[in-house]
């Protein structure tokens, strides 16, 4: 089925007005495109809970720290449409980045304490341009739902909070990590990796394993549980750790003692490559 | 008429959605209570332009830079209800603090550049505050229309901005000042005034009259405006001025030379209460 492609505000915003005064619901799965299975998982679960469902693909120039990164980002948007056409999208909002900033953007969401660790520490300004992008695309599309992916917990955690903080009428849904056979969480980036770093990936996911036994053995310490993450980590040469941290799922803020749910989270270079990841390990009774 | 009194954000969405259903366009008064013939006449407005018109009276916390200001914002809500249903309000949201902030709140809508002269200079955070809470305001009442007053014009143009940057569907109607005869803007804040500072009051208009008229006669330099407007200020003793500037209506930046539309725009002290005005004064051909 062809999808209804709009490039301007005011062209989404018409075709979902049909959607609309049909009563159906509309559910929204923000992207930046260069889709793969991990927004596949997104869109097929949007498509199962909403009568009209909506793919926006958008490369947000203000949430990228370093302009390489930026233009690193390419998408292929045909391969997007088609995709995306392939699980039953109904709308495909594709605008340039002159339709979303047609002047220099002067007003941010920003969000306080969750983006103080993790991705935020290393990532200045990033978590205020996807809150801000995200604040821009519910106010165009107004979906009541949207779908967001665990692999991005702190991206998550950031518009959930928007959403509550702003009384934003929409419901955020979290979709579980996707998974390469081998672990590795599936990524744009990863396509960026030669086979030699490919090959060493999975040591990512291994190490958030691994930190996650050790909490379900028992350990208290974030400290005992980072060791056991490390360990794999530095069996690979080829990786450098940029954090991994135990943190409080509801905060992201590094936790020292282990009493309740954790999440372990980690960012990794390969190379040039930049790759995040995270587990959530529920609490373990004592 | 009696209009629903809604004190929690369930209870007002559900009341506006009966109105939604039957097709009305939802108008939105934000005010602060202690209502005044200023929102009587924003009330009135929105009553002739919408078929549903909501007023919200919430005294916002996060916008006051001084605790004792807040603590003396007294708003009186059995003459504000009566004062709405006497002009014909469908909808009255009135929550309590913790309806708003049921937790401390961690995001906020930042607005840049048009904050950092005028009162966004001598009121640090006032309109990261006010943007925060109207997004809020708008999440929850989701008005097509929304009115708010000249008198408060950098308020106004943030709001303007907040509206444009983040793509929010809602059309802002600005109203013009309402006067007392003498020419003082109505404030819920003239009240606080002794009988001494109500009579010196009316030099602040005065003072801005006599700017405006500078540059109706052909003054171009700020410098100039600014000299007839502080020589009438300084005729009266009561009056300390905390700012007097000439700037760009679209920036509210001030401005040296005049070679098209200006604003006047002035905050003055009377004892402890802090007033403020302001006048458009269009291009004038030379």
């Known amino acids: 089925m062809p999808a209804i492609l709009a490039a301007t505000v005011a062209e989404v915003r018409a075709a979902l007005a049909d959607f609309r005064r049909r009563g ?3 559910g929204l799965v923000p992207t930046m495109g260069a889709l793969h299975a991990g927004h596949a998982a997104l869109i ?3 498509r199962r809970e ?5 793919v926006s693909i958008f490369v947000n120039p203000i949430q990228f720290d370093r302009r390489e990164d930026y233009e690193a980002y390419a998408i292929r948007l045909p391969d997007d449409v088609a995709l995306c056409e392939s699980l039953g999208t109904d709308v495909i909002f594709a605008p340039a980045a002159e339709e979303m900033y047609p002047a220099p953007q ?3 969401v920003e969000v306080a304490g969750l983006t103080d ?5 290393f990532r200045p ?3 205020r341009g996807v809150a801000t992008v995200v604040a821009k695309l519910f106010h165009i599309v107004a979906p009541h739902r949207a779908y967001f992916g665990e692999k991005d917990a702190q991206q998550l955690a950031v518009i959930q909070r928007m959403v509550a903080d702003l009384n934003m009428p929409v419901e955020i849904v979290p979709v579980a990590t996707v998974r390469d056979p081998d672990g590795l969480a599936v990524s744009s980036r990863n396509r960026r990796l030669s086979p030699e770093e490919r090959r060493a990936a999975p040591a990512l996911f291994q190490a958030l394993q691994a930190a996650a036994q050790a909490v379900a053995s028992g350990a208290r310490s974030a400290a005992e549980a980072k060791a056991a993450a490390l360990a794999v980590l530095e069996a690979c040469p080829e990786i450098r750790v940029e954090y991994l941290e135990v943190v409080d799922p509801a905060t992201m803020a590094p936790v020292e003692q282990i009493s309740g749910p954790v999440r372990i989270a980690a960012a990794v270079w390969l190379g040039a490559t930049r790759l995040i990841d995270n587990l959530y390990c ?5």
Chains 1, 2 share one sequence.
Do not use: I, N, Y
């Open 125 to 127: 300004g990033h978590f």
């Open 117 to 121: 660790h993790l991705c935020g520490r």
């Open 24 to 26: 159906q619901l509309v």
């Open 50 to 54: 909403c009568g009209c469902m909506a």
């Open 106 to 108: 002067s007003v941010f």
């Open 282 to 286: 529920p609490a373990v009774a004592r």
């Open 44 to 46: 097929e679960r949007a």
